[in-house]
């Protein structure tokens, strides 16, 4: 079974930039997250999908980034402007969406540095 | 807001011997779920243990098993036979009965000493 594929695995831009990141989750999966990992900290919930709707965007700062997942597969994630303190590994997971934490994976993240 | 604790930011462990890592949560729910996960240098979140608050047995992976302590909130990972791959930070979860959602501890660095 493929993983959760990101790109890119690293990205270095300067701040009030924008960028944007890649996931494809494992085939069949119906959510994907978006988490925020920043350095020393566990990762951080951005937002969830169900399918290609939104289940929870609480935490996403929406006056900078945004999400869309099309067609319910892949999902793209924009920041736009950047600033220093995005400066984070962003990951993302799919799973089953069948309940109890079963066929969770996680994809091997985005490094992304904002100078 | 469920809050998940990891009050050692390191541990170091000589090879073969056991080592525990700590976990403190708080919530009100009766309805969660708690997950170790391994986080190795290529930054993949694996999964190493989880235990359904609803069960009282203590969950066991080979050489990995949990303390589960539900009075207490408390979810500590016993590591036994440390190998030299179990290097990595690792991440204490919670996740509702009601939503996928998870909520992570801060980590342990875990060394391995040869």
């Known amino acids: 079974e493929a993983g959760v594929a990101q790109s890119p695995r690293y990205k270095i831009i300067e701040k009030r930039q924008s960028v944007a990141f890649w996931c494809n989750p494992i085939s069949g999966h119906a959510t994907l997250y978006w988490y925020q990992q920043i350095l020393g900290q566990g990762p951080k919930l951005l937002i969830q999908f169900q399918n290609n709707g939104v289940v929870d965007d609480s935490q996403l700062p929406k006056d900078r980034f945004s999400a869309e997942r099309l067609k319910g597969v892949d999902s793209t994630l924009k920041i736009q402007p950047a600033k220093l303190e995005d400066s984070a590994v962003y990951l993302c997971?799919?799973?089953?969406?069948?309940?109890?934490?079963?066929?969770?994976?996680f994809g091997s993240g985005t490094r992304l540095t904002v100078v | 807001a469920q809050t998940v604790t990891q009050s050692q930011p390191e541990m170091s462990v000589q090879e073969a011997e056991t080592v525990t890592l700590s976990c403190t949560y708080d919530?009100?729910?009766?309805?969660?779920?708690l997950f170790w996960y391994k986080q190795p240098p290529s930054r993949q979140m694996i999964l190493v243990i989880r235990q359904e608050a609803y069960k009282q047995q203590n969950a066991t992976e080979n050489r990995f098993s949990v303390n589960f302590q539900k009075a207490a909130k408390s979810f500590s990972l016993k590591i036994s036979d440390s190998q030299l791959g179990d290097a990595a930070m690792y991440f204490c979860?919670?996740?509702?009965?009601?939503?996928?959602?998870?909520?992570f501890g801060t980590g342990t660095r875990l060394t391995i000493i040869p």
């Open positions: 919530t009100s729910e009766s309805d969660y779920y």
């Open positions: 997971a799919s799973s089953l969406g069948l309940g109890r934490g079963y066929g969770y994976t």
């Open positions: 979860a919670y996740r509702s009965g009601g939503n996928e959602k998870l909520t």
